[in-house]
């Protein structure tokens, strides 16, 4: 059985039809790249029916503003009307249900989600970075408008925490549901490193996008266990 969660497809816009031609028994989350943008929409896709998200009233999913002029990111945080149901963990309690449902048959997860892309957003609880002395410090060196974007680096860093709680989430499930001696577990990113939230200190030359160095730049992780993995009929 397959289950897909998150940006679906290949990020971009699909459908119903499309999801199941493709060999996906189950999935939630976006069927549109630009909507994903936006941590807080009114509602997910769920096996072709709409999946209401309580609380969440804007069209664009709460997207963020991307002003990093003087005082805009402190006002931004201080306006979380409408922003009430966070989409990832949404996602993240639909994927640690299937894996439940499904633990006594063979299956494949595709957990794609929007954390951490930009434009930034998380739950003020969970902004674990704000503040931080280290960044605060290495955006008061950045030259221009980037000194402007210590803000936006905090929610990221954050956003990325929070990516690493959901990822160890996923495989205390395994462990939990007693599949972690016949599980296969791949960690990766889809591109490198964007133009946003810079200090001037330099990550390898040109970003996403581009065939430079940085654009190829990303993780990848895939833990084996450590016994040999024994083919099943």
Not at 33 to 46: E, I, M, N, T, V
Not at 165 to 185: M, S
């Amino acid at each position: 059985v397959t289950g897909q969660f998150g940006k679906l497809e290949w990020g971009f816009t699909t459908w119903h039809g499309e999801l199941k031609r493709h060999g996906w028994d189950r999935y939630v989350g976006y069927m549109d790249h630009q909507r994903a943008h936006g941590f807080y929409p009114s509602f997910l896709w769920k096996d072709g029916e709409r999946l209401p998200l309580k609380g969440n009233i804007h069209a664009d999913g709460g997207k963020t503003p991307e002003d990093y002029s003087p005082g805009a990111t402190e006002k931004r945080r201080g306006n979380r009307e409408g922003k009430v149901t966070y989409a990832p963990d949404v996602m993240l309690a639909e994927t640690l249900r299937f894996m439940e449902e499904n633990r006594n048959r063979p299956m494949f997860i595709f957990f794609s989600t929007n954390l951490p892309h930009g434009p930034v957003d998380i739950p003020p609880e969970e902004n674990t970075y704000a503040g931080s002395p280290a960044i605060r410090q290495a955006y008061g060196n950045a030259s221009g408008t980037n000194r402007e974007c210590s803000g936006a680096a905090e929610e990221y860093a954050s956003m990325v925490d929070k990516l690493d709680r959901q990822v160890g989430a996923i495989v205390d499930q395994v462990r939990k549901l007693g599949l972690d001696k016949r599980t296969i577990i791949i960690f990766s990113s889809d591109n490198g490193h964007e133009l946003y939230y810079r200090t001037d200190k330099g990550r390898g030359r040109g970003a996403r996008c581009l065939r430079a160095r940085a654009a190829a730049r990303r993780p990848l992780r895939g833990p084996l266990p450590r016994h040999r993995l024994q083919a099943q009929r």
